[in-house]
Each structure stands twice: as C-alpha cells, then as structure tokens.
C-alpha cells in the first residue's frame, strides 16, 4: 500500500510538472504547480518528515502560490506571451532537456553505491530537530530574519520607484 | 530501484523540467514559476538525502530554503510586474534591450 501511494504521488509531481510546460495560461500553469508542490508536501509526509510537509504547504502553497496567483489576475490576458506558449529556443530547449536528462539519469541508476546510510533510516525525530535548530543553528534562523527585512525594504523601494515612474 | 533511487529521479525529472520550462517558455511568470519547480526538485533530494541519513541538518537546510524562496519571490513579481507596466508586456522577447 505505501509502494503504490508513494508512486501515485511520484507520477502526479510528473504528470503536473509536464502541464506546466505544455498548458497555455498561466493561471493554469499555477494550478499545476500547486498541484506539483501539494504531491511533494505528500511525499514528504510519507517519508515521515511531516514538519517539512507542512511547510511546503503552508510557505509555498498558501504564501508564495497564492502571491504568484494575484500577479496572474494583475495581467492583460490580451498579451502576445499568454496566447503563443513558446520562445524561439523551444527545439535547442529540448535538445538540451534530453541531453541533461540522459546525463543525470545516468548518474542516479547508477548512484546505489554511493548513497548515505540505509534505505530503511529511522524516523524523523522533532525532539532532535528542535533541539539542534535553537542549539546550532540560531544564527543562521536569525540571518534569515535579516533577509527577510531587506527583501520587504527592496519591495518598498521597488513600489517607490513605479510611482515615481522612472522604473 | 529502492525508494531513494525513485525519489532522487523524480527530483532530477522536475529540475530538468523547470530548466526546460525557463528557457523555452515565453510569459515571465510562468518563467518564474518553472524556477520554483527547479527549487522544489533540489529540496526534494535534500530531504530524500537526510531522511536516509537520519540527519536533521537537512531539515533546517530546508526550512532556511523556504525563507529564501518566500523573500525571493517577493522580490521577483514586483520586479515582474513593473517591466510588465514598462513595456506592456510580459513576452521574454520583449526585453532584450536589457543585454546591454
């Protein structure tokens, strides 16, 4: 039963990820991404990482996808780039597609003698999680924080510079 | 294949996908999106790699990656929008003036 959930969701992560190159508006586009992230947020909880699952849906699915979604809604449907999909390099952008594709799936079929640990590793453990993160790595969450006020002062400055209209 | 095999494909699969997506899409925001999809099959591997080693440095690594990808994206659909309000468009094309 976890065989078949685990491959369920691999294929549905795929099968959203090839939408996104061939569906035509972008709202759709942003439906298969959820769609993509909302099957990794189940991988993870099947892995029995369950504090990176709800992460990765309450960051990207309800902030960064929800953000993205009323900046589709802001745009003139009318556009030239929502009615033809594709640029110029679509064929060097498939050849270049299956020449990377081909390399790094060779490299993973080949990767079971260099893996780390054991296939059946223990589970994720919170305690331990908690404790090494406030312990070890507290500077690091506080840089993030940094990170955080200086990207909201570049938004601020970049809505300054389109009023001013010189942007 | 075991589990981890499987999982480290689907990573390398949605990487080479949203590479894809980037250079031969034309809408900026569908580029964009296609970026996320790139990160999200890095972090499918970190998670995949430190699950496997019974490690938790991988899950703060993944935490500190969602922070970036929040303010990064805050960062890159203003910059989106206002080229979009500088050429009336959002066609990659369009914007080729900016190679200098």
Not at chain 1, 105 to 133: C, E, I, K, M, W
Not at chain 2, 69 to 80: F, G, N, T
């Given at each position: 039963?976890?065989?078949?959930?685990?491959?369920?969701?691999?294929?549905?992560?795929?099968?959203?990820?090839?939408?996104?190159?061939?569906?035509?508006?972008?709202?759709?586009?942003?439906?298969?991404?959820?769609?993509?992230?909302?099957s990794?947020?189940?991988?993870?909880?099947?892995?029995g990482v369950?504090?990176?699952?709800?992460?990765?849906?309450?960051?990207?699915v309800?902030?960064?996808?929800?953000?993205?979604?009323?900046?589709?809604?802001?745009?003139?449907?009318?556009?030239?780039?929502?009615?033809h999909?594709?640029?110029?390099?679509?064929?060097?952008?498939l050849?270049?597609?299956?020449?990377?594709?081909?390399?790094?799936?060779?490299?993973?079929?080949?990767?079971?003698?260099?893996?780390?640990?054991?296939?059946?590793?223990?589970?994720?453990d919170?305690?331990?999680?908690?404790?090494?993160?406030?312990?070890?790595?507290?500077?690091?969450?506080?840089?993030?924080?940094?990170?955080?006020?200086?990207?909201?002062?570049?938004a601020?400055?970049?809505?300054?510079?389109?009023?001013?209209?010189?942007? | 294949?075991?589990?981890?095999?499987?999982?480290?494909a689907?990573?390398?699969?949605?990487?080479?996908?949203?590479?894809?997506?980037?250079?031969i899409?034309?809408?900026?925001l569908?580029?964009?999106?296609?970026?996320?999809?790139?990160?999200?099959?890095?972090?499918?591997?970190?998670v995949?790699?430190?699950?496997?080693a019974?490690?938790?440095?991988?899950?703060?690594l993944v935490?500190?990656?969602?922070?970036?990808?929040?303010?990064?994206?805050?960062?890159?659909?203003?910059?989106?929008?206002?080229?979009?309000?500088?050429?009336?468009?959002?066609d990659?094309d369009?914007?080729?003036?900016?190679?200098?």
């Amino acid at each position: 039963m976890y065989q078949v959930m685990l491959w369920l969701f691999v294929v549905a992560a795929l099968a959203g990820g090839v939408l996104m190159l061939v569906l035509r508006q972008p709202m759709r586009v942003a439906m298969a991404l959820i769609a993509v992230m909302l099957s990794l947020a189940a991988i993870y909880a099947m892995l029995g990482v369950h504090v990176i699952a709800v992460f990765q849906v309450m960051i990207y699915v309800s902030a960064v996808m929800v953000f993205m979604v009323y900046a589709i809604m802001l745009m003139d449907v009318r556009d030239p780039s929502f009615t033809h999909r594709y640029s110029g390099y679509l064929l060097p952008g498939l050849a270049g597609l299956a020449a990377l594709g081909w390399v790094l799936a060779y490299g993973v079929g080949h990767s079971h003698n260099v893996l780390p640990g054991t296939p059946a590793a223990g589970a994720f453990d919170l305690q331990r999680f908690s404790t090494d993160f406030l312990n070890e790595y507290w500077l690091y969450f506080e840089l993030t924080s940094v990170l955080l006020l200086a990207a909201v002062v570049a938004a601020i400055a970049i809505l300054k510079a389109r009023r001013r209209g010189n942007g | 294949m075991d589990n981890t095999q499987l999982l480290l494909a689907l990573s390398t699969a949605l990487f080479v996908i949203g590479l894809t997506g980037v250079i031969i899409r034309r809408n900026l925001l569908v580029m964009l999106m296609c970026m996320e999809l790139m990160l999200n099959g890095v972090v499918l591997s970190v998670v995949t790699l430190s699950q496997r080693a019974a490690s938790t440095t991988g899950a703060v690594l993944v935490f500190l990656v969602f922070v970036v990808a929040a303010a990064e994206i805050a960062i890159a659909v203003p910059i989106v929008l206002l080229l979009a309000r500088r050429k009336h468009t959002l066609d990659a094309d369009a914007f080729t003036d900016l190679k200098g």
